[in-house]
């Protein structure tokens, strides 16, 4: 325990301490399109992206737009509507073929059984595989899934970095909420050779499907396509998990094989999904609810990053946080997200307060651009910078202080201040030992409001929080 000493002298003024949110300061957020999900960006048209949107007559479309030097959205276009040679209800999970010349996407079959309650983005219930030209002149359906039955479903689709596969997510039997690892169905990995053929249209090899069972258990597996050199694929799973909401993101080989756990090599994740490779292969980025009910976080999902070797784990956004400055007032659920080609930023899905799967309505958010000049260099990007986690809060004098990066405290002089709503230093400590946690008591202080500022000479972090006494 570190029990720290009043401060007797030396108070600074007002205009020397500075309150900032919880959030990093070196990235950009800026939200591109309300409502819109499954954000993928072009590799060959920097300017290009395509989402989901709900469209006016309730069901969902493909939409592309173009993105401005300020992240904005112009040029928004429909490109599913209106087509005579499509089924005509949702379409979800637009993916652009390396060859500059089609579309990937899922859609819902024209008729089956039941309603198209469950054919939407993120369950996927009855539809199939298709491909359309950049022009929306014509397009062709790559596979045929049962209309009828109680697993008939398919997610995330992707094209290879070369273009000559495609992968996708198979269900394979149903939500069966007694068995733990069965509570979202059981669901396998596919990867079909891609066939284009200019004369018979394109297709599968359908004699070369894969079907990939991680592990070799059954379980909820959900994949996020391959590394951009092509040699793994990326998913989450919890077949050595309890159930999905303890997924981890793994890495596999192209045939299923050398699994490796990415997460949960730092902290002991208890939730994770949603995870994409940035540009050069060399990060990787996924939502998780770790810290999301600690402090000033209210709950949901927030995106982290790491070195595609595990190293250096970090959490890269606080939308969940009342203290950021993007805090909207609503818990969100972070969800998909796509590089552009410069690796400087992502566009990504910032989900409603639900999952898709438990609540449509309330599961849809809006897609915002992710920038910062640091995504080329993860180790570059924390390495200097402090992060740590304050709760509880409010509290009654005395917390605990959670460091993600602690290696920074060893060598330096690492001070801890307390400052009041006047400016006031009134109490200060040292951290010298490396540790992750550290318990603070200023017992001593009256209620109110108070701003924890914590600093070397590499790196400064504050937070707020508010001491309650009864």
Known sequence: MRKFLPILFFAFLFSEVQIVSAQRPNITVTKFRDSAESSAWCQYDSTLVAYNLLQPNGYWGIYLANVTAGNTMINERCFTCGQPFLPGKNYANPAFSPNKRYILFMAEKAVHSGTSANSIPGIGMY?????????????????????????????????????????????????????????????????????????????????????????????????????????????????????????????????GNNIKQMTSTAHSYPYTEHAFYSTSGKQICWMTNLYNTVGSSKGGDDWWIMNADTTHQERLTYFNDTLCSYWTGNIHINGHGSFAPSGKKFIGDVGGSAAVQTDPANSIGASYIISSDYFTGVENFFKKELQCELFPNPNNGTFTIVLSNPELVSGSQTIVEIYNVLGEKVNFGMLNQVQHDYRIDVSSLPSGIYFLKIFNSTSSINKKFVVEKK
Not at 191 to 201: E, H, K, R, S, W
Request: hydrophobic share 35%.
């Open 127 to 255: 539809n199939d595989l298709w491909v359309m030209k950049m022009d929306g002149s014509k397009a062709w359906r790559l596979t045929t899934l049962p209309s009828t039955g109680s697993h008939s479903a398919m997610i995330e689709p992707y094209f290879s970095p070369d273009g000559k596969e495609i992968q996708w997510d198979e269900m394979t039997d149903s939500v069966n909420i007694f068995v733990s690892k069965q509570n979202f169905g059981y669901w396998v990995i596919k990867i079909a050779p891609f066939i284009d053929d200019t004369v018979n249209g394109p297709h599968l090899d359908s004699n070369n499907i894969r079907t990939i069972t991680p592990g070799g258990t059954q379980a909820f597996n959900e994949s996020y396509g391959w590394s951009p050199d092509g040699s793994k694929i990326l998913f989450a799973s919890c077949y050595n998990q309890f159930w999905p909401l303890d997924d981890q993101i793994y890495t596999m080989d192209t045939m």
